[in-house]
């Protein structure tokens, strides 16, 4: 991040701050520890009602995390033979091995992170009984707050509810009606949700279209007080990354503030850290948000910033105020699943290594995610190809419209960790397959269609290997 778009978003974030405390409506949390059915409650007030120096908390945090991980943590299974069953999912009595699952990783199924949920459950209860800013803010969020500013290399941390949650709280508290958003087209739908509260002037530029994104800016960015650039940083649809780099650049040529969404990066590109690592060097979104509920296995949604822009979300974000905050259990397996995504680079590397795998099998491009779409264009040709990989003993749901753009409904295949070589060897084989069967169908129509002269018949999808 550059000084100039970091410390305007810093000031921008301070003098509502400071507005705040001047009326005394600014909000610290306070951890609280419930335990037990005597409801017991531990409160932690900090001296004035001031949160401790930010440096001694996380160093206290870390430490003890670190203790509690080595004793915890055991390796998973990368190998073939494999014993986490992410990948299984059972319809109609049939268990079909899932080519769809965002658990990258295959964590949510890791002994560590099943063993430290069930040990927060029963230390603070099912759930955070309250909002964060009341008495829901367990002694979990300080260490997972900790761990994914460290990871993501940011000054602090603020855990959301859930990703979507992340994002419908942080654009409506930076942006408002004289703000102009610029939105890459396949962008999350939370991302577009946040948007509109905001009242912002929305424009979608077309995507990864760094020429159009200009365009955009050169022609629109002075009729504005602020401006946000907000893509997703693996698209979740598509598998791509975002062109982090000229964005970051341009961001800092128009003054605007860069906002990545890393729900898809986190934990499977940048060596674990995400999209924003995956470039060298690395790039410096003002803010990156994303979700724990993907690679890392459990549920929630976090925003990466500064101290200020993470103070500010605290006091302005409204999912985060009004809204129950993160159950202990939910939070203690991020932990553990945390904790082995920035130690265990063999892990993190492994599902793009499988999706490069399969692509290098059936003439795909090379994928730069886990994430590997397969274009089939009709919703009729995506649910055919789904069926008949069900038949085999494969679950891969067909994506269609409104979740993707007209005309591309596809086959969105998901590797993970948890998958082996062997397995995916052998669904590639059966991709091929079908694939061929498709193309070979669309031939044998059209062929019929020009000896009926039937020129109204409507032509099926030809598959199409995406090109990135
Ligand atoms: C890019 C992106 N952002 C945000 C979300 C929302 O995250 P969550 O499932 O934690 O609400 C998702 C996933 O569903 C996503 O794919």
Redesign the pocket.
Known sequence: MTTDTASQLDEFCAARLAALEKQDLRRYLATTKRQGKAQTLHKTLHRANKPPALDETRDNMRDKTRDKARDEITPIQTEAGAKTPPAQNATQDKALLSFSC?DYLGLAHHPAVIQAAQEAAAEYGASAGASRLVTGNHPLFATLEAQLAELKQTQDCVVFG??????IGLIPALATSRDLLLIDEL??A??YAGAQLSGAEIIRFKHNNMAELETHLAQRRGAYEKCLLLT?G???MDGDLAPLPQMRHLADQYNAWLIT?D??GIGVVGGGRGSSFAFQPAVKPDIQ??????AVGS???YVCASATVCAFLRNRARPFIYSTGLPPMSAAAAIAALQLIATDRSLTERPLALARQFCAQIGLSEPQSPIVPIILRTAKAALQASMQLAQDGYLVTAIRPPSVPENTARLRVAFSAAHTMEQVAQFGARVKQILQTIADEKMTDETMADETMASDIAKPAEPVLQEK
Do not use: E, P, Q, R
């Open positions: 965002n859930s990703g979507y949650l992340a994002n962008a999350h939370c991302i997703d693996v698209f979740s969404d729900a898809h948000m994303g979700t724990l509920s993907k549920y929630g949604g």
